[in-house]
């Protein structure tokens, strides 16, 4: 199936962030305020970046590129994949919805049928570089105000890639969340694992200790407890994730400026179990350069990009950061010395 369509009619002003007439207000400790909804402070870090669209870069150390490319693009795709398969693609693609509170309330919105077609689109152009035997997660939010939209329209739409075939479904546990007086606390992000042909999987433990107990079993004619069984102290994570703390500015993989960064031992987790050193990881929108980042430290060539340079650029910075320190984000420091954001307290 062929869904290629111009990104443009699409997100107007939601992929090409530049054209944003938003304001992002400083409401945190972060050097930065949010870098896709200030439009001033994007005009003062454009001139810093480094590539421009359609424009590549290659890391000679192991090997990584990054770009500033569309995703709904098959074209755009196959520039940064130049010839090679990835193994694994992880995407986080923008959400759809409304978020944050009132100070965020402008921010886009655009309806369901633009954005299934949006969906289409970019599916599509990763259908086409996947390996033979290869995995795809994609993370995806539902807004409860909203029929839990885009996250239904999705999964059904996947039902047309009959090439792909959905393998899980997983859910994050924020340690932190946001809620009201008249509703639970919303602690979740859901996590789509979808493979094609039969890729491999390795079983990797949690960090949490084995702690349920009372569940037997007779081995080889013995009643044995769970514990007795285990091979391990600690468990295998399910597809409930309980142990991953929400990224925010007091952590040191924080990146000032980015907003609903995905956790770096979450990508972690994906990529260990979903491909083996060397592979090639890719990701379709890149933010905060959180893949890329995995990547590096596991010995994996992530092929990245996105189609704002700002965010590109920040990627490219979070390397050479990653590099330079061994600090896998900023924290509370400005990836753009150049300019003194620093919020009025």
């Known amino acids: 199936m062929n869904h290629?369509?111009?990104?443009?009619?699409?997100?107007?002003?939601?992929?090409?962030?530049?054209?944003?007439?938003?304001?992002?207000?400083?409401?945190?400790?972060?050097?930065?305020?949010?870098?896709d909804t200030d439009k001033e402070l994007?005009?003062?870090?454009?001139?810093?970046?480094?590539?421009?669209?359609?424009?590549v870069y290659e890391d000679k150390v192991s090997g990584h590129r990054i770009g500033v490319l569309d995703a709904?693009?098959?074209?755009?795709?196959?520039?940064?994949?130049?010839?090679?398969?990835?193994?694994?693609?992880?995407?986080?693609?923008?959400?759809?919805?409304?978020?944050?509170?009132?100070?965020?309330?402008?921010?886009?919105?655009?309806g369901i049928e633009n954005y299934i077609k949006f969906s289409e689109n970019w599916i599509n152009a990763a259908s086409k570089v996947m390996n033979d035997d290869s995995h795809l997660f994609i993370w995806l939010g539902?807004?409860?105000?909203?029929?839990?939209?885009?996250?239904?329209?999705?999964?059904?739409?996947?039902?047309?890639?009959?090439?792909?075939?959905?393998?899980?479904?997983?859910?994050?546990?924020?340690?932190?969340?946001?809620?009201?007086?008249?509703?639970w606390m919303w602690i979740r992000q859901e996590l789509l694992h979808y493979v094609k042909g039969d890729p491999s999987f390795?079983?990797?433990?949690?960090?949490?200790?084995k702690v349920l107990k009372g569940y037997y079993k007779v081995v080889n004619g013995k009643k044995q407890e769970n514990l007795e069984r285990s091979r391990s102290d600690t468990i295998r994570p399910g597809n409930v994730w309980i142990d991953i703390q929400q990224v925010f500015y007091r952590m040191e993989e924080n990146v000032p400026g980015c907003y609903a960064q995905k956790p770096l031992k979450a990508i972690e987790r994906i990529i260990e179990t979903s491909s083996r050193e060397k592979d090639i990881v890719m990701d379709f929108f890149s933010h905060s350069g959180s893949t890329l980042?995995?990547?590096?430290?596991?010995?994996?060539?992530?092929?990245?990009?996105?189609?704002?340079?700002?965010?590109?650029?920040?990627?490219l910075r979070?390397?050479?950061?990653?590099?330079?320190?061994?600090?896998?984000?900023?924290?509370?420091?400005?990836?753009?010395?150049?300019?003194?954001e620093s919020p009025a307290i």
């Open 202 to 209: 390795k079983v990797v433990y949690t960090d949490i200790p």
């Open 72 to 110: 709904v693009k098959s074209d755009d795709v196959k520039k940064i994949a130049a010839g090679e398969s990835p193994y694994l693609i992880v995407n986080d693609p923008p959400y759809n919805v409304k978020v944050g509170r009132a100070n965020t309330g402008s921010l886009f919105k655009i």
């Open 142 to 183: 539902a807004d409860y105000k909203d029929n839990f939209q885009p996250l239904p329209d999705f999964m059904i739409m996947m039902r047309d890639f009959t090439g792909l075939r959905p393998k899980n479904f997983i859910t994050l546990r924020n340690q932190r969340g946001y809620g009201t007086q008249k509703n």
């Open 42 to 55: 994007r005009e003062k870090i454009l001139p810093l970046c480094r590539l421009k669209y359609g424009d």
């Open 4 to 35: 290629e369509e111009n990104s443009d009619s699409f997100f107007p002003d939601m992929l090409h962030a530049e054209k944003l007439n938003l304001t992002g207000k400083r409401n945190s400790n972060e050097k930065l305020a949010r870098l």
């Open 293 to 315: 980042i995995a990547a590096e430290r596991l010995g994996r060539k992530a092929f990245t990009f996105d189609i704002d340079p700002v965010f590109a650029e920040l990627t």
């Open 318 to 340: 979070r390397l050479e950061h990653y590099r330079k320190t061994g600090k896998t984000g900023w924290q509370w420091e400005n990836p753009f010395p150049e300019i003194d």
